[in-house]
C-alpha cells in the first residue's frame, strides 16, 4: 500500500465523518432527502473505493490484468456513480459548520475568477472527452506498461481516470455543486452511447484475442509466484475484456433508459393514452366494405 492509497483512505475517512454528521442533522430535521436507501447508496459507494484502493487488488493489478480492470469497474461503473446518487455533496454540505456551508454557498454563487475557470474547464462535453481520452490511454498497452511500473504511479493514473469518470457522472446523475444548466437528456443519452462505444472498442478485441496485448502481464506471468492463481495470460486478457464489456453495457446502456424515461415521465409521456374514437364501428370496417355500414 503505497502514500497516495493512504491518502484516499484519509479523504474516504473525512467524507464519510461529514456525510454521516450531515444526514443526521437532516434527519433531525425530518427532511425526507435524508433516507435509508440514500444512506446504503453511499456505504456502497464508499466500500467500492475503499476495495480499490484499499484491498489486495491494489497489488494483484501487477499480476493481473483483470485486476486491473476490476478497479476500473469498481470505481468508474459502481463507486463514483453511487456517491452522486446519494447525493454525498449536499448531505457532505450539512455536516459542515455553518460558517463552512455558508461560505461553500457562497462561492458556488460567486462570479470570481475562480467560480468562472472551474466552470469552463468542466463543461459537459470537455468532461467526456477528458475521459474517453484517459479511459483510452490507460487501456493503451504501451502506457499501461510504463505506469504499471510503479504502483505509486499506477495509483495516481488511477485517480486520474476517476476524477475524469466523476466529471462525467456529476453531468449526468445532475447531483453534486451546480455549477452548471442542467444537461439536456437527449445529449445525455447520445454521450452515454459514444462512452459505451468506446468501451465496446477495447473490450472486444481484448475478450476475444487469442495473444497477449501487454508485455508486463507475459513478464509478470512468468515470473509469478506458485502460491497464485495459475491463470493463463489470455484467459486473463479476456477475463478482464470481458469485465469492461459486461460491466460497462450494463451501466451504461441501463443509464440511457434511466434517463430517457426521466424525459418522457417530464413530458407526461410515461403512459399508454389511446387517440379519441379509436373503436369507433367506422374505424372497424374491414376498407372496402365502407357501403355496408347502416347509418
Not at 114 to 127: E, K
Not at 170 to 177: K, V
Amino acid at each position: 500500500m503505497n502514500i497516495l492509497s493512504l491518502f484516499v483512505g484519509l479523504i474516504l475517512a473525512t467524507v464519510t465523518i461529514l456525510y454521516l454528521r450531515g444526514w443526521l442533522r437532516l434527519r433531525q430535521r425530518k427532511v425526507s432527502f435524508a433516507n435509508l436507501p440514500r444512506l446504503i447508496v453511499f456505504v456502497f459507494a464508499v466500500a467500492m473505493t475503499a476495495i480499490v484502493f484499499l484491498s489486495p487488488l491494489n497489488w494483484l493489478n501487477q499480476e493481473y490484468f483483470s485486476a486491473r480492470v476490476a478497479q476500473y469497474v469498481l470505481l468508474c461503473l459502481f463507486g463514483i456513480p453511487a456517491f452522486f446518487i446519494s447525493c454525498t455533496f449536499d448531505v457532505m454540505l450539512w455536516g459542515l459548520p455553518t460558517g463552512g456551508r455558508r461560505a461553500v454557498g457562497r462561492w458556488m454563487r460567486s462570479k470570481g475568477a475562480l467560480r468562472r475557470s472551474v466552470h469552463s474547464v468542466t463543461r459537459p462535453w470537455l468532461a467526456m472527452m477528458l475521459f474517453i481520452a484517459v479511459f483510452v490511454a490507460w487501456h493503451d498497452s504501451q502506457i499501461a506498461g510504463w505506469l504499471l511500473t510503479d504502483n505509486l504511479l499506477h495509483t495516481a493514473s488511477l485517480l486520474a481516470l476517476g476524477v475524469a469518470a466523476m466529471l462525467v457522472w456529476w453531468h449526468l446523475i445532475g447531483t453534486g455543486p451546480r455549477l452548471h444548466t442542467e444537461l439536456s437528456p437527449w445529449l445525455a443519452a447520445i454521450a452515454l452511447l459514444i462512452i459505451e462505444l468506446t468501451s465496446m472498442s477495447i473490450a472486444v478485441p481484448l475478450a476475444f484475442s487469442t495473444e497477449p496485448h501487454y508485455a508486463h502481464y507475459v513478464a509478470a506471468f512468468s515470473a509469478r509466484d506458485r502460491l497464485l492463481p495459475q491463470l493463463s495470460i489470455v484467459d486473463d486478457q479476456s477475463l478482464g475484456g470481458g469485465l469492461i464489456w459486461v460491466a460497462g453495457s450494463a451501466v451504461y446502456l441501463s443509464s440511457i433508459v434511466l434517463i430517457l424515461n426521466r424525459l418522457f415521465a417530464r413530458h407526461g409521456m410515461d403512459g399508454s393514452s389511446p387517440l379519441p374514437g379509436w373503436d369507433d364501428d367506422e374505424r372497424m370496417i374491414m376498407p372496402g366494405l365502407e357501403h355496408r355500414v347502416k347509418k
